[in-house]
C-alpha cells in the first residue's frame, strides 16, 4: 500500500488561539497541518494575525496543507437572497486571501450551507446553480492565488448532504481544476463508506480521517468508532489515491493538548499499522 502523508487539522484546537498552540502541534510529532478558520483561532479577517501567523507557521518548519474555509447558518453561497448570496460569496473569498497568505495548497470548502433538509425540486435546482455560479469565481481566484478549490462532502442531514450533489455541482462546473476531499465521519454517516472511494475517486486528493460510532459526527480519532479503516485504506491504494490524510479530531473533549496529541498520534500508528499489514 501507499506511504501517505499524515497531519493534523488544527482545529481540534478551534477554541485556543493558533499561537498557543503551534509549537505544540510540532512538538507533538506533528508537521504537515490543516488550518482551521474559527474567528477564535484565527481570525482570517485580520491581514496581521494572518501573516504572522503564516511566519510562525515556517519558523517552527510545518508544512500548512490545506486551509478549512468557514461554515456556519449565515454563509450561504446557494441562497435565493441576493444580498445574502453577495455576503456569503464575498466571505469565502476573503477567507481565500487569507488562505493564500499563509501559503496553502488547498482550499477546502463546504459546498452547501449548515442547512437540513432538502427543499423542494424547483428550489433545490436553484441553490446548486447558485452553488455552481459561486464556486466558480472562488475557483478562478483560488487559481489566481495558487491554490485548489477543493469540495468538501458533508453531512448527510445537511442540504448538497449526498456525495451525488457534489458530482452534479462538479460536473455543471465551467472551472474545471477542481478538487475533493473526503471525509470518513460524513461518509461513514451517510451509508457511503463502501462505494464513496470509487464515485469520488476522480477528483479525490484530500481526506480528512475522524471516525464514529454511527450516530453522529463524534471527530473520533481512527480506531475508535466503527468505521472500517483496512477496507476503506484499500480502497484508496485500488483507486491510486496520492494525496494527504487529514486527522481531524474533536475539539470539544476536555483534554489537555498533549493528550489529544498523544490521541492522534495513536490514530496514525493505527493508519500506518494497516498499511504495513496490506
Request: hydrophobic share 40%.
Amino acid at each position: 500500500m501507499s506511504d501517505w502523508a499524515v497531519g493534523l487539522s488544527t482545529g481540534c484546537f478551534y477554541q485556543k488561539s493558533i499561537f498557543e498552540v503551534l509549537e505544540t502541534i510540532r512538538n507533538g510529532g506533528f508537521s504537515l497541518i490543516e488550518i482551521c478558520s474559527s474567528p477564535r483561532h484565527l481570525d482570517y479577517h485580520d491581514v496581521e494575525a494572518v501573516k504572522r501567523a503564516s511566519e510562525e507557521i515556517h519558523r517552527l518548519g510545518l508544512e500548512p496543507c490545506s486551509f478549512h474555509a468557514p461554515f456556519a447558518e449565515h454563509i450561504d453561497i446557494t441562497s435565493l437572497d441576493k444580498d445574502r448570496f453577495d455576503q456569503s460569496v464575498g466571505e469565502i473569498l476573503q477567507a481565500a486571501e487569507a488562505a493564500s497568505r499563509l501559503k496553502v495548497n488547498h482550499f477546502v470548502i463546504h459546498p452547501g450551507p449548515e442547512i437540513e433538509g432538502r427543499p423542494p425540486a424547483e428550489e433545490l435546482i436553484h441553490r446548486m446553480e447558485n452553488a455552481v455560479h459561486a464556486l466558480n469565481r472562488v475557483g478562478r481566484r483560488c487559481d489566481e492565488l495558487g491554490m485548489h478549490l477543493t469540495l468538501e462532502n458533508m453531512l448527510p442531514h445537511l442540504l448538497f448532504g449526498q456525495v451525488s450533489d457534489i458530482l452534479w455541482i462538479v460536473g455543471a462546473m465551467s472551472h474545471r481544476s477542481i478538487e475533493v476531499c473526503l471525509d470518513t465521519g460524513h461518509a461513514h454517516l451517510a451509508g457511503d463508506m463502501e462505494t464513496v472511494v470509487y464515485k469520488l475517486s476522480g477528483h479525490l486528493k484530500m481526506i480528512h480521517a475522524n471516525d464514529n460510532r454511527g450516530e453522529q459526527d463524534d471527530h473520533l480519532p481512527p480506531g475508535q468508532g466503527r468505521v472500517d479503516w483496512e477496507r476503506f485504506l484499500a480502497d484508496l491504494d485500488r483507486c491510486g489515491f496520492r494525496g494527504s490524510i487529514i486527522l481531524e479530531l474533536s475539539g470539544d473533549l476536555d483534554l489537555e493538548p498533549e493528550s489529544l496529541l498523544a490521541q492522534a498520534r495513536e490514530a496514525r500508528h493505527t493508519l500506518r499499522q494497516i498499511v504495513e499489514v496490506e
